[in-house]
C-alpha cells in the first residue's frame, strides 16, 4: 500500500509534466472556466508545439549539427518558440478575437 501512496505522490508532484515542464500551462491555467475558449488555447498550443518540434528538429540536424554550433542550441530553440508564439497570435487576434481578448 505504501508503494502506491508513494507512486501516486511521485506522478501528482515531482513528476507532474505541468508543474514540471511548464507545457500548457496558459490553457490549464488561464482559460479554463470555458470549455471552448480552453479548448481553443489547448489547441493552438499543441500546434505550437507540434510546429516547434518539427522546426527544432530542422534546424538541429541542418544547421546546427553540420556547422557545430550546438553552443547556440537553447537560445535557437527559444527564439524557434518565440516566433511561432507570435505567428499563431497574430493569427488568433485575426480569425479568433474573442479567444485574442483572453
Not at 491555467?29 to 488555447?41: P, Q, R, Y
Not at 505550437?48 to 527544432?56: D, E, K, R, T
Not at 530553440?77 to 516566433?83: D, K, P, Q, R, S
Request: charged share 10%.
Amino acid at each position: 500500500m505504501a508503494d502506491y501512496l508513494m507512486i501516486l505522490l511521485g506522478t501528482a508532484l515531482v513528476n507532474n509534466v505541468v508543474l514540471v515542464r511548464f507545457l500548457g500551462l496558459c490553457p490549464f491555467m488561464g482559460v479554463s472556466t470555458k470549455l471552448d475558449t480552453a479548448l481553443g488555447m489547448g489547441l493552438a498550443t499543441a500546434f505550437v508545439l507540434s510546429l516547434a518540434s518539427a522546426a527544432s528538429w530542422l534546424l538541429e540536424h541542418y544547421i546546427l549539427v553540420p556547422l557545430d554550433i550546438g553552443f547556440l542550441r537553447i537560445l535557437s530553440f527559444i527564439l524557434v518558440v518565440a516566433a511561432l508564439v507570435q505567428f499563431i497570435e497574430m493569427v488568433m487576434r485575426k480569425f479568433s478575437p474573442k479567444l485574442y481578448r483572453l
